[in-house]
């Protein structure tokens, strides 16, 4: 027997996820993760899941990790003393950056702080010019003695940017050759390896960004490896990137920036390959763990990629899942602000001391306990009877909100949901109806531990008509990271018309790029017949800012190539606006590659029907607060590993499970599909 194991690293829990390829056993195993060294709670949970069915570390063939490692370090400020090496007169650009406030009308907002303290920003004398020719030689001395100043602020980790480096790599691969002659034991990130696309100011903060974060990536994927290889792991682990999928630890811990979300993308993977499998195209994904929420839009079974975004604060110029996050999660904290209103996070309990009904010591009301005390989750046990909680401390924290708010108790408790909910819908709105979307057209599939405890509520809200819980929902990132692929990608910046005769500069351009893919499925050992190419360009009307990502279709690159592109901005741009400016020219901007090395994957299998009657899956009663019911009503609890393929049963009812709870609200039907999802209707 082999295991394909997957890893979710949160700031709660840390899932397990362990699949059986040969019979299609599927088991599940929650720790709660270890915030001040994630690999201890990581080991523990590897041990401890392999354990529960029976096996040992020799009997895995895959391990699959996604971590929060890198995005905790940028939130919380715990990366590396950083230093800087720019081009002469650049060294404020990290602070000036686009000149934009983060809130327009907010004059009293802050902007994030800085990466690098100003007098580690050091300038060296040289200029690339736009067209990628030299107007100053690098002065090497002056690189010598900028080191020489970093050697002495005693820094962990150097980031080099240079002007036009992504057309031009020569003074950077030079002073990259210095600083690691001179500083042999410090990371250092290049901005042509980091980011080789253009817009200074993004490459730039995507290199600190990278600077900053390796050192500490480096520590943990290194301790974490220690750990797996005492445990007796045989198999080379990887790690899942913000693109959705894997590379070895080695690669990740090289470009820690492109692991930002990793924790959230494979959860969107594992949403699309089953949505695919249940007869689902159009999905809106809805991931909700302790500390936040994230939400994704995949329209025909596909989520777009994104080459830019802000996390946190931080420009960061690298592909990602278009995965929206907003801070409302289990854990979240709900208080009074200073207009006497109440607010849901984005401050979180999580693991440690976590909700109020842990008994850890917190007294701060949480979305948690605000369950709790409506009942809508077991208010003795959770995690299938393996952890207790006190619905009398939960009681007492929205006790203390309630007074502060004038209301009852329960409304007090209900209207923590609502709150919740209303985050909810408007992070959802900003990828779907501001993006020219109907969500009333998606599916909206709910995961994460605290996911389907509030879709039904969600769907309500947007007047979504079907909501899926998957059979695994508090592990689907985790089994995301079995259900994904080898992934790399690859880019360089081109400003071109789009017209036949900037053919020979995109026929160039794609042949450095697919040959830097080659190059990687060499070296990740990926056989000939698994290898993928996917090729897109970003493109705008000339004078825009922004551009939109479009697919250039396989085989040689030539007239019908560029009447395809045009084709495909004009269908994107009427999209994304509402319209086409015909007429006006179109530039490429940065040409993209996406390398996909095939592997084994796990495979969903359907089951047979067993009838609709759902009563051998009834496990008795809870009274349950349900809005517009009148308070609290008797609803059924549904053991969830005792539902079957066709079974069918009408709300108010829940389901239990030890990874999540799902609530059906009055009014909704649910049925159980064949590969054992949950299917409310109503």
Not at 385 to 393: T, Y
Request: hydrophobic share 40%; net charge negative; with cysteine.
């Amino acid at each position: 027997m082999t295991w394909r194991v997957g890893v979710d690293s949160g700031g709660t829990f840390t899932d397990i996820c362990l699949f059986d390829d040969q019979t299609g056993r599927l088991e599940v195993w929650k720790v709660a993760s270890t915030p001040s060294d994630p690999s201890e709670g990581i080991a523990l949970g590897v041990e401890q899941g392999v354990a529960n069915v029976g096996s040992d570390a020799e009997a895995i063939g895959y391990l699959g990790h996604g971590t929060t490692v890198a995005t905790n370090a940028l939130i919380e400020l715990k990366g590396a003393k950083t230093g800087l090496i720019v081009t002469d007169g650049f060294r404020d650009l990290l602070e000036l950056g686009r000149q934009k406030r983060p809130s327009l009308y907010d004059m009293t907002v802050d902007k994030p702080p800085e990466l690098v303290r100003r007098n580690l920003r050091l300038e060296v004398r040289e200029r690339v010019r736009f067209d990628g020719s030299v107007e100053i030689e690098l002065d090497e001395q002056g690189v010598r003695l900028a080191v020489e100043k970093l050697r002495e602020a005693d820094v962990g980790a150097v980031a080099v940017c240079f002007l036009y480096a992504f057309l031009n790599t020569k003074h950077e691969a030079t002073a990259l050759r210095i600083l690691k002659e001179e500083l042999p034991d410090v990371s250092v990130s290049v901005s042509h390896e980091v980011a080789p696309e253009f817009r200074e100011f993004e490459r730039l903060s995507t290199t600190v960004a990278n600077a900053y974060l390796s050192p500490i990536m480096q520590r943990y994927i290194g301790r974490l490896e220690r750990r797996l290889t005492d445990f007796g792991l045989k198999t080379a682990p990887h790690m899942t990137q913000s693109n959705g999928g894997v590379v070895s630890f080695e690669a990740a811990a090289k470009l820690p920036v492109r692991a930002l979300l990793s924790g959230p993308s494979t959860g969107v993977v594992a949403a699309q390959a089953i949505g695919q499998a249940a007869g689902f195209d159009n999905l809106i994904t809805f991931d909700v763990g302790g500390t936040s929420s994230d939400v994704a839009l995949l329209t025909q079974g596909v989520c777009s990629v994104s080459g830019e975004a802000d996390v946190h604060g931080y420009p960061i110029k690298a592909p990602m899942l278009d995965i929206h996050t907003v801070g409302a999660g289990g854990g979240s904290i709900a208080t009074v602000d200073s207009g006497g209103l109440l607010k849901v996070g984005p401050r979180s309990a999580g693991a440690d001391p976590g909700p109020a009904c842990y008994g850890l010591g917190n007294t701060e009301p949480t979305v948690t306990d605000a369950n709790i005390v409506l009942q809508t989750l077991n208010p003795v046990e959770i995690l299938g009877g393996r952890m207790k909680v006190r619905r009398d401390l939960a009681l007492a924290s929205i006790e203390k909100l309630a007074e502060g708010l004038g209301l009852g108790t329960m409304e007090a408790a209900q209207g923590i949901i609502s709150v919740l909910t209303a985050n909810m819908a408007k992070a959802i709105r900003v990828i779907s109806v501001q993006r020219g979307y109907d969500p009333r057209d998606y599916a909206l599939m709910a995961f994460g531990g605290a996911g389907p405890l509030h879709a039904a509520r969600l769907a309500r809200e947007l007047d979504i008509k079907t909501v899926i819980v998957p059979l695994a929902p508090g592990i689907l990132c985790a089994m995301g990271l079995l259900l994904t692929d080898l992934r790399a990608d690859f880019a360089t910046t081109r400003l071109l018309t789009l017209e036949p005769s900037s053919l020979p500069a995109v026929r160039e351009g794609y042949g450095a790029l697919q040959s830097q893919a080659q190059t990687w499925f060499d070296i990740e050992g990926i056989s000939p017949s698994r290898r993928r190419i996917t090729r897109t360009v970003d493109m705008r009307y000339q004078g825009q800012n922004y551009e939109l990502q479009v697919h250039l279709p396989d085989g040689p690159i030539d007239e019908a190539s560029m009447a395809a592109l045009a084709a495909g901005f004009a269908d994107a741009h009427q999209q994304r606006y509402g319209f086409t400016a015909d007429g006006d020219a179109v530039q490429i901007v940065t040409l993209r590659v996406e390398a996909t090395g095939i592997v084994e994957k796990a495979k969903l299998r359907p089951a047979p029907a067993a009838g609709a009657n759902a009563d051998a899956a009834r496990q008795g009663s809870r009274d349950v607060h349900m809005p517009g019911l009148g308070g609290f009503v008797s609803c059924p609890i549904y053991a969830r590993d005792r539902l079957k393929p066709g079974n069918m049963f009408e709300g108010p009812a829940i389901v239990e499970q030890m990874d999540s709870t799902t609530v059906v609200l009055p009014g909704m039907t649910a049925r159980v599909d064949a590969y054992l999802n949950i299917i409310l209707e109503g």
